[in-house]
């Protein structure tokens, strides 16, 4: 479960997000919509731990009983997917995974869940290329996958599919939505997209310039 409270969210020019209180419960996404600038991305930034140091986030972020908004980013156990995937360029499809998961695993078993995953999302035989070589749609999967094999706590989901023509937002939103069910974490998707906040919110939030 996944708590919010009382969040606000300051910019050098006013109030983004006002008093923001809202618990997400295991399995279920919450949507935020709203005009550019209104604060939706800012709030994952607070809650991931990555808000821009020209802004000012305060209240409480609390994941499983554990309060968090203290911790570094690396220390809150969330997952981020972003509008572009941000996998190395320099790692192969394999190694960018391995990277996600348990290093003090051996990795013979790592190679063998990377492998048995790839599959899954329907890119096996994949991991000796580099990410350039993908298309834009296998990338998002595989920003997905290793999002996921981190084990996250939470998943925020920024704007993940803005990127992706129409056939392959419905492809994402399948996966995404199948990758969620299976894994039983909250979930916060930020979206302009109708479609997208239908296809997976369970509840779906309007942010307006006085929220």
């Known amino acids: 479960m996944l708590t919010l409270q009382s969040v606000f969210i ?7 997000i006002n008093a923001l209180t809202e618990t997400i419960n295991q399995g279920e996404c919450l949507v935020l919509m709203g005009p550019s600038g209104i604060g939706k991305s800012s709030l994952l930034g607070y809650v991931s731990g990555t808000l821009p140091k020209a802004l000012k986030g305060r209240g409480e972020v609390w ?14 156990h969330l997952g981020l997917l972003q509008q572009s995937p941000l996998l190395f360029p320099h790692m192969t499809v394999e190694e960018n995974l391995l990277f996600a998961l348990d290093q003090k695993a051996p990795k013979a078993e790592r190679r063998r869940i990377v492998n048995v995953k790839l599959s899954e ?18 990338q ?17 989901l920024d704007e993940p599919f803005s990127k ?8 994402m939103r399948a996966l995404v939505g199948q990758c969620l069910k299976e894994a039983n974490i909250p979930a916060i998707l930020v979206t302009h997209d109708v479609d997208d906040a239908n296809a997976l919110g369970n509840r779906i939030i309007e942010l307006k310039s006085d929220s």
């Open 10 to 16: 300051e910019s050098p020019t006013g109030v983004l």
């Open 63 to 76: 994941l499983q009983n554990n309060r968090i908004d203290h911790l570094s980013a690396e220390q809150r």
């Open 121 to 138: 999302i329907g890119l096996p035989g994949y991991g000796n290329r580099l990410p350039q070589e993908l298309s834009g749609g296998q």
């Open 140 to 156: 998002a999967r595989l920003a997905l996958l290793r999002t996921l094999l981190s084990n996250p706590r939470a998943l925020l």
């Open 164 to 171: 992706l023509d129409q056939t392959l937002r419905q492809e």
